[in-house]
């Protein structure tokens, strides 16, 4: 049976993101492989340390500032390797190689990628590199350089477990995943790495640190696999790092502060990559039981030629990933995974269509929708993601779950003063009415959602000047369609020696018509998705 659903017509603005925030340029890069006895997936290894070289050099940086150490399987296989991964090239590294790159006011950004176990990574044939040595030769590389600026990204099995042992003030610390966790692959072309992918093409879209972070555990969890690879951030320098909150941003229990204010596409040279990005997808919608269920797809595009391709990733709530060879591994992805993929092709309007078909269907199930977009550059825009819930009659069911709703910025508790954007988002199980943001009680913006994702956030922009210093009261409430509501608060304070918070505009356009439509513009968005 082939269906066809509510056609749009939207007036909203292209969203656009502005920060008061400090800008990072990397001085030197360490990019650190290993390898298993086994030599498993050693390809893939090589094959994301060199995608993130690349990410470097798109942000500025020239080879000559960028160090790749490999694993003695891939040394022949590549031209930009500056040496094998082994002791002795580690310790030059750290101590004699970083030092010359980098001063006391400069920064350092270290990358690891392999397969680990706890507090170690794997880095056949030399011993494992474990989370104290790595700390020594961070703590070597201060010693020698006077610079404690460092960001660290590692990709492995139970990277989380090195959180506590890099923990220190001025340093960014970023896992893949917790202690005792798995990490994969992306099961896209062409299989990088799943969180440095969705981090590093998030931080050339012009995102922060922490919002790259973000991002990219949005990624995973549109792709089917978030539930069992969780990021995790150390800023705070506590020793003890987190996923992302509740609501799914940052900061969490203190950490990601630091890093949501820190960019690093700016300064040497100035860098912003625009990516394709998907800005329009359809809420939630229900299809009746059939045996096949075929769904018309079709995307505009805001410039078709530059748009490589446009897929749409289909899996059942009840998909899990490959499990990986054992517990130290990462996992890779089935090969059946391109049965879930439909690539849109382009006609002759300009569009991009297709058709998803569902065979077999779960009754009384979702299914979780997710959409990529990737231009003739290989750059891909935010994977966004919306469900299709399959029933016997194909209707929306009683609506009597609560919305839910979250202020991003400020933070509880924060000393602000002057210009200050009180930003509050919202998500439901099926549609959002109206998001509203309070102050004392005091209505202070009304915005009525859209009929389609991503849903805008919600700006209210205020000078703590018109109002009394000391301690007040934010509420945002959120109104979904069945009347359902629910709201939170937080107490922030008001005074002349404050921190402003951060700026954050967001304005919204544009129009199209069609089956289930997306429009696919040069836009970045970072919607909530409210769990089920």
């Known amino acids: 049976e082939t269906m066809n659903y509510s056609q749009f017509d939207t007036n909203s603005d292209i969203s656009v993101k502005s920060s008061d925030a400090q800008y990072e340029c990397i001085d030197a890069w360490i990019i650190i492989g290993g390898d298993k006895s086994s030599h498993e997936y050693w390809e893939l290894v090589l094959l994301t340390l060199e995608w993130v070289y690349d990410q470097a050099l798109t942000l500025g940086n020239t080879d000559d500032e960028i160090l790749m150490l490999v694993p ?106 917790e202690p005792g ?48 690879q969780k990021p995790c951030i150390e800023d705070n320098h506590d020793g003890v790092g987190h996923i992302v909150n509740a609501w799914g ?40 039981y059939n045996p096949t269920i075929n769904i018309p797809i079709t995307i505009g595009v805001d410039n078709s030629t530059d748009i490589a391709s446009v897929i749409c990733r289909v899996i059942p709530e009840n998909w899990t990933p490959p499990v990986p060879s054992d ?51 290989g750059r891909r825009g935010q994977i966004i993601s919306t469900q299709v819930g399959i029933n016997d009659d194909g209707n929306a069911p009683g609506d009597n779950v609560d919305p839910t709703v979250v202020i991003t910025n400020p933070n509880t508790n924060a000393r602000l003063k002057g ?3 009180i930003t509050a988002e919202g998500d439901d199980d099926q549609a959002l009415d109206k998001i509203q943001i309070y102050l004392d009680g005091v209505l202070l913006e009304d915005e009525q959602m859209p009929d389609y994702y991503p849903y805008p956030e919600v700006v209210h922009s205020l000078d703590t000047a018109d109002y009394s210093f000391g301690l007040h ?56 998705r409210k769990k089920e």
């Open 72 to 177: 003695d399987v891939a040394a022949t296989h590549t031209l930009r390797e500056d040496g094998v991964s082994s002791p002795n090239n580690l310790n030059w590294a750290f101590n004699t190689w970083a030092p010359s790159k980098v001063g006391p006011n400069g920064v350092l950004f270290v990358y690891l990628h392999d397969h680990g176990g706890a507090n170690a990574m794997a880095n056949y044939p030399y011993p494992s590199l474990t989370a104290s040595e790595l700390d020594q030769y961070l703590d070597d590389f201060e010693a020698a350089s006077g610079c404690d600026r460092i960001i660290v990204v590692y990709e492995a099995c139970s990277s989380g477990t090195f959180l506590d042992e890099l923990s220190k003030s001025n340093r960014i610390i970023m896992t893949s995943t």
């Open 327 to 377: 517990n130290e591994s990462m996992g890779g992805w089935d090969e059946n995974e391109t049965s879930y993929q439909w690539e849109l092709t382009l006609d002759r309007n300009g569009n991009f269509t297709g058709l998803i078909e569902i065979n077999s269907p779960i009754r009384d199930s979702n299914y979780l929708l997710s959409f990529f977009v990737e231009d003739v550059d």
């Open 473 to 528: 009261n934010i509420t945002a409430r959120v109104i979904d369609k069945a009347s359902n509501i629910q709201e939170i608060s937080i107490l922030v304070t008001f005074e002349e020696d404050g921190i402003p918070g951060f700026q954050i505009t967001y304005i919204f356009a544009g129009t199209l018509l069609g089956f289930v439509v997306i429009i696919v513009l040069y836009v970045k968005r970072n919607p909530m």
């Open 181 to 228: 966790y798995s990490a994969w692959w992306s099961p896209i072309p062409p299989h990088i790495s799943l969180f440095g992918e969705g981090l590093f093409k998030s931080i050339l879209a012009g995102n922060s640190i922490g919002d790259a972070f973000v991002d990219s555990n949005n990624e995973i969890i549109a792709l089917g696999y978030g539930d069992i």
């Open 249 to 288: 941003h940052l900061p969490s229990s203190g950490d990601g502060s630091d890093a949501k204010n820190t960019y690093l596409t700016q300064g040497c040279p100035p860098t912003l990559i625009q990516v394709p990005q998907l800005l329009y997808i359809p809420l939630k919608f229900w299809v009746a």
């Open 419 to 421: 210009i200050v954007n």
